[in-house]
């Protein structure tokens, strides 16, 4: 008799998956034999960590091991194109409570564009990102705080949660720990910036692999390689990550685009023209909220930055 059961994936490695059966943590190994895909789906991996699937499991036999036989319906999904130019897409991770998009003024360097278009895509996905500054420890010097608090105005302006916080000096560290409790969270960020430096903050009990920076290039040397689920002690599950490098937009019109700005869609309907691209149209809302400093101009320029690219790779 073969037994069935019902589990969340909770490691992802090629052609290997590790399951749970959350909130039960009891990971055991998993093979796709065959086809499984989700509908309509150009994913490169049809199946995610945090997917929840059923598996059949061999009484007797074979290799033991549990087969995905079926991907329930996901409540939400990170997307991301594999690159600029492929019309390919890849599941990072799906079912998610929470994103921290952990980000830092140096070592590296994390470029507003690269929030901007990571954010675009929470809210394409209706995934609710929450935005962490680490390293704080290391921004003394005068350029640097202003960096950050440049940084800082830009996206709790636009609405969003930002925290400061240092893996290496305890700040913000509990704040983050209330906010990742009785929920599935996943870290996201570059390379270095700290994502499983914060993991084992939260949770001392777990050892991922911590990387350092390069000398050369001051970035970080991807360390963590496969996308995995750790269970923490205060309760709450996190989605470890391999750092990102660019982030390509997923099926987005142009139409559509400036709803995934919070602070644009808030006074889009204040534009003389809908639908309105916020770009060359008379009375435009969004344009003047720009002149009148209330939508910051980086925001701004990201926004076009996007419109223009999408246009070209289409
Ligand atoms: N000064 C300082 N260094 C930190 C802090 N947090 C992490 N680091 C250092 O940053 C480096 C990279 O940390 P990781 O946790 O491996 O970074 P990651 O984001 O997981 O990187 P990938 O796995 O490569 O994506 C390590 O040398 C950490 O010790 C912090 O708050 N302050
Ligand atoms: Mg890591
Ligand atoms: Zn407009």
Redesign the pocket.
Known sequence: METKGTATVVKHTGSHYLLSELPVWNPFPAVIRGKVRLESSRATNPVAVGDVIEYNLPADGGDGMATISRILPRRNGIIRKSTNLSRESHIIAANIDKVFL?TTMI?PETKLEFVDRFLVCCEAYQVHPVILV?????YDEPDLQAMLSHFIGIYRGAGYQVLE?????GRGIDEVKDMCKDSICL?S????????????ALDPSLN??????STSHLQ?????TFYEMHPLSCGGFVI????IRGFGLVDIEDEELSTYFPEMLKITDNCRFKPCTHTHEPGCAVKQAVDDGLISPERYCSYLGMLQEETKYR
């Open positions: 952990i070592l680490n390293k704080t420890d290391l916080i240092s893996v290496a000096d870290f960020g570059a390379s270095g910036v700290g994502k499983s430096s914060l993991l084992k991922p692999k911590i990387g350092d920076i970080g040397k991807h360390t963590t470890d990550t391999p750092g």
